[in-house]
């Protein structure tokens, strides 16, 4: 079955929308939320502000000069591309063990049988084997389903919660409570 030209610039969009907030955002916020509360309501603020400009940043510049990101690096001298390189290299690392453990966190809430680092391997290679088959289209349909169910699980969350954020005001100004670095961070 051929999918519409909607879907085609759609789906993506979707996927890219799916890895900015994650499930290891979402657990992250509920952590944070159930520690500190609303303290880090000023942070959603100053990290959309942040993504936005370095996104609308990056994404001018490849209109303007017609070359991708790495090609912009390159064009700084070899010691950019090196720097950011093992940036990229390192990141990687840190956010797939990140993906694979949230992934792992919710699977071991729902069987407690397999243990965590079981779950986080298992997520790992199934990550590979469907990146290795190269069936994009299958993906992109399951993530359109769950990026879909996920919008209304958060957004029937935070419905439900409406009438408890009497006390945002007082987030105004931002505070790092003591041990709360991470948790703003993310």
């Not at 520690?35 to 994404?59: H, P």
């Not at 950011?84 to 990141?91: E, N, Q, R």
Request: hydrophobic share 55%.
């Amino acid at each position: 079955m051929k999918s519409s030209g909607k879907w085609n610039i759609i789906g993506p969009g979707l996927i890219v929308a799916a890895t900015g907030v994650g499930a290891g955002d979402l657990v992250a916020a509920l952590v944070a939320g159930t520690n500190y509360g609303l303290v880090f309501a000023w942070s959603i603020i100053v990290g959309a502000i942040l993504k936005f400009v370095l996104n609308e940043g990056v994404g001018r510049w490849h209109l303007l000069s017609g070359k991708t990101i790495f090609e912009g690096w390159q064009s700084m001298g070899k010691w950019a591309s090196v720097y950011f390189g093992v940036y990229a290299l390192i990141w990687g690392f840190v956010y797939g063990a990140a993906g694979t453990s949230s992934c792992a966190l919710a699977m071991s809430a729902m069987i407690p049988a397999i243990p965590l680092w079981a779950w986080a391997i298992i997520h790992g290679i199934a990550g590979f084997a469907h990146t290795w088959s190269g069936r994009f289209r299958l993906f992109e349909r399951a993530m359109n389903i769950l990026v879909g169910l996920m919008f209304i699980t958060v957004v029937g969350s935070a419905v439900l919660a409406l009438p408890k954020l009497s006390g945002l005001w007082h987030t105004a100004v931002p505070d790092l409570p003591k041990g709360s670095l991470l948790y703003a961070l993310d």
